[in-house]
């Protein structure tokens, strides 16, 4: 059960990396969440972070020095809850 689940998770990503360098699509956590109508606490409770606060500063653009980056356990629970449409590097490329 955990191999496959591995190996799913590896395709996924694959998927995401052929999706990213051919096709050029890429997609921010605050782009998914816009895509599923949620409020930053909607965000905030689905990747089980304590405050709306946090996941806003999740979703700010490169340029807002109020942005965080999800840590390790944030970052497993935004690729798990997107399918991983959002990965770690949605993160750190700018766009």
């Not at 998914?32 to 409020?39: I, L, T």
Request: a positive charge.
């Amino acid at each position: 059960m955990v191999k496959s689940l591995i190996q799913l998770r590896g395709l996924q990503i694959q998927v995401k990396l052929f999706t990213i360098l051919v096709l050029g699509i890429d997609m921010t956590l605050d782009d998914y969440r816009k895509q599923n109508n949620w409020s930053y606490s909607e965000l905030a409770r689905q990747l089980g972070a304590s405050h709306a606060a946090v996941a806003r500063r999740w979703c700010l653009g490169f340029e807002d020095k109020s942005r965080l980056i999800p840590n390790q356990e944030f970052m497993s629970n935004i690729m798990i809850k997107t399918n991983g449409a959002v990965m770690p590097n949605d993160f750190y490329v700018k766009r």
